[in-house]
């Protein structure tokens, strides 16, 4: 399993997958991968704020439907919890995607240099 950050599942939309290295791409053509449902609502917040032409549940659509990327489905508090003890970012949005990802002990994909620097299991 691994697990997709906002930057990358937008990527991924947008045909734009070549970013990610060789190894990321295997690992995504070999294990079942995921985005957690903070993406899609970041990913909205950002279409309504005139950041991005899309809106989450259009990408939702698209990866599940074109990359078989599924959103997870683990209990909201469950993630919240494992939230509260990650103060390395301020952001809201980071701190419940790498939340999911570690809630799952699942690599996260990402560009995002501070949770890389953050949470051994990311990748780009």
Do not use: W
């Amino acid at each position: 399993m691994i697990m997709l950050d906002t930057h990358v599942a937008a990527n991924l939309y947008e045909g734009r997958g070549t970013r990610l290295s060789t190894r990321t791409r295997g690992l995504l053509n070999s294990q079942p991968a995921y985005i957690s449902p903070a993406v899609l609502f970041e990913l909205e917040i950002l279409h309504e704020i005139g950041r991005t032409r899309f809106g989450g549940l259009e990408v939702a659509r698209y990866l599940t439907q074109e990359l078989d990327i599924q959103t997870a489905t683990e209990p909201f508090a469950a993630v919240v919890k494992e939230a509260l003890a990650l103060a390395f970012t301020r952001d809201p949005f980071d701190r419940l995607i790498v939340a999911h990802a570690a809630l799952l002990k699942a690599p996260l994909v990402t560009f995002d240099e501070r949770i890389q620097k953050h949470y051994r299991l990311a990748m780009s």
